[in-house]
Antibody, heavy 120, light 106 residues
Framework: EVQLLESGGNLVQPGGSLRLSCAASGFTFSNYAVSWVRQAPGKGLEWVSVISGSGGSTYYADSVKGRFTISRDSSKNTLYLQMNSLRAEDTALYYC?????????????WGQGTLVTVSS | SYELTQPPSVSVSPGQTASITCSGDKLGDKYASWYQQKPGQAPVLVIYEDSQRPSGIPERFSGSNSGNTATLTISGTQAMDEADYYCQAWDSSTVVFGGGTKLTVL
């Protein structure tokens, strides 16, 4: 059974940093791209970043480019999101989602999310 | 940047057919996917690659994609289908979601 378990969400001040983790199980982690998708309170889904199965390719939404870094550790079956220079508008529930292939066309499994609140 | 546009809300009577559209420039040249999200829950994939249903998704869910519009159709809509629905596509190595449509089953 595929499982994705996010952690690391917290209350952080504007300008601060936070690292999110997503522990994956139930599939061969290195064979699939994985992504971070966020959802601000009461708002829609917003794609944040994606990393290929090998980790060699990474892509970011313009809203986080230069501030967030996605990475993965296949030895630990874990996806990460390092978030720096956080802003109030980064407040959201952050989901990790597994793609259907090394790059993929869609996300077939999602975690339950971890909440990031940016506030003074 | 690429955008996908959905109607904010759609209403349907139980047992009737609901159609939710998703519009984007030459969207028919890309694969469209659809996700269902109920309050307090993570999104669930209901349609992928325009018209494919994942295992466990009822047959009443179907999809199409042509020209600039992808459509999610729910036939014989049930009360349990009331949820937010999001379309998604890839464009130039980035992922795009539509703004979401709240489906109300009256």
């Amino acid at each position: 059974e595929v499982q994705l378990l996010e952690s690391g969400g917290n209350l952080v001040q504007p300008g601060g940093s936070l690292r999110l983790s997503c522990a994956a199980s139930g599939f061969t982690f290195s064979n699939y791209a994985v992504s971070w998708v966020r959802q601000a309170p009461g708002k829609g889904l917003e794609w944040v970043s994606v990393i290929s199965g090998s980790g060699g390719s990474t892509y970011y939404a313009d809203s986080v480019k230069g501030r967030f870094t996605i990475s993965r550790d296949s030895s630990k079956n874990t996806l990460y999101l390092q978030m720096n220079s956080l802003r109030a508008e980064d407040t959201a529930l952050y989901y990790c989602a597994k793609a259907n292939g090394d790059y993929g066309t869609h996300f077939d499994y999602w975690g339950q999310g971890t909440l990031v609140t940016v506030s003074s | 940047s690429y955008e996908l546009t959905q109607p904010p809300s759609v209403s349907v009577s139980p047992g009737q057919t609901a159609s939710i559209t998703c519009s984007g420039d030459k969207l028919g040249d890309k694969y469209a996917s659809w996700y269902q999200q109920k309050p307090g829950q993570a999104p669930v994939l209901v349609i992928y690659e325009d018209s494919q249903r994942p295992s466990g998704i009822p047959e009443r869910f179907s999809g199409s994609n042509s020209g600039n519009t992808a459509t999610l159709t729910i036939s014989g809509t049930q009360a349990m289908d009331e949820a937010d629905y999001y379309c998604q596509a890839w464009d130039s190595s980035t992922v795009v979601f539509g703004g979401g449509t709240k489906l109300t089953v009256l």
